[in-house]
């Protein structure tokens, strides 16, 4: 439970001090097991997210698919942006942003409407075994950062539970979280359609339960689950920010490692600035990481 | 862990038969500890819910405070028909029945409207303190059955996962249910009303976040909330049949009681009927249980 990825920095300190506080009752940073609720980000915080969110690929494929099923589709949107590889739609796409559009969100609801939970399952697991990350030539699975394994490792034993909380679907994030994480499927949060119960069986709608989990979303779905703010929280982007902020110990992992990972600020400016002025704990990956991805 | 408010019967028996298959990897019942969800009503199967759920008292009472603020409501219903203790209508909610209806359920999302999770949570701590049971004079709160509370204890001595799942509210049960049942905020499933987060504070809306958790419902919140099916399910009532229907262990407390707790099978009888033609296991409260409720 020592971090040994971290570097001995000001970063791994204050961790540790903050884990340290809560933990001694006669602390004013003294909080109660009951309330040790942690959340993280999974798209740049938990594994890689350049040069897109892995999930988005997986989207973008089954909606090109329908297209091939029902050329029709092509002259509707989002389908023409996917057809047409609509730079700025993209753009959008790939840093989760909301401009990415309604009629996204509605294609995504439409696209597995009607199907169990295991067809589902199948498809993203068969997605996800035969994703390579196009610049390091591995599975994309295998992309997850170490010292954050390590930092949940050290939370648990903190008596802290942690979550997954993400703007991607929790049903995706459901096959891979117990095996990768090893975090149960029943603390992994994040955007989700909504299964309705018929003759036995569950099956897909197209309703969204709640809002997407991005920004002010995020702190809806984990009171939703947890009925509590998550008081230890860490993100990497700017829909992170509304987590963070209602969080006690903010970390955020800022992407400075253009040689092991990748250097960018693209879609967490306004995160970092919170951060910077804040004094929040911001986590150098060049600096405060010995090893970026787990062996 | 030994169940010793139980009785040394069958049903005992079958308990615990049960999760030794399931805790043993060389038996055909071996289920693996990730899979191992159980869940259990509230009302009827964890405490009291004769003469009327205690919960439906206090949204009674909030909806008559609300026609006292505002006596046009009287013209509308659901308000008309509490105002004039119409029977049909509170006999209908006392078995938590859909049929007390959807002007019910939308009066219920709208009572609270705009508030805090901090004023909703007050408001049902206060009722719950105040609330004896008419027929026993103690505390509603007290009249939980000592019996479930170690089953409980087995379950989870067997990494079971103990989680409630009632048609109540999630909002409702969340604020005694860690020092009542020892079951964490997070593990409470329940109806619920969608939380928006504004201006840095989560504020109450009046939209249900998925249908009401009674019937097929609760399979979908289970499921939502987990991501699996409970294959250990107990319940009392016919709005507990999918649940039981879709798990592997079926435990269904039988209220046969009338000196200690009630003898009656209104709005259970399809689950009776069910279990009894299954093979499921009947909890006879009169024959299976020492003592009902925790000292």
Sequence with gaps: MSLSSWNETATKQAILDFL???????????????????????????????????????????????????PALAAEEPYKSIVNRDPAFLQALSQQSPDAGVTFLNAIGSAWEGTSPEAYEAEAQAFLAALKHPRYGRPWIELIYQPMLELFDLLRANDWRVFVCSGGGRDFMRVFSEQTWGILREDVIGSALQYVYQGGRLVRSNAMLGNVALGPGKVEHIYDRTGRMAL?????????????????????????????????????????????QGGWVMVSMKDDWKIVYKD
């Design 20 to 70: 340290a506080r809560a933990g001694d009752e006669n602390n004013p940073g003294y909080i109660p097991p009951t309330e040790r609720i942690a959340a993280f980000d999974n798209d740049g915080t938990l594994w890689v997210e350049q040069p897109m969110p892995a999930q988005t690929g997986f989207l973008l494929g089954k909606l090109a698919e329908q297209v091939k099923a029902n």
């Design 232 to 276: 230890f929280a860490g993100g990497n982007a700017d829909v992170d920010l509304e987590m963070l902020q209602a969080a006690r110990f903010r970390l955020v992992v800022v992407h400075d490692d253009a040689e092991r990972e990748y250097a960018t600020t693209a879609a967490s400016e306004k995160l970092l600035a919170a951060g910077q």
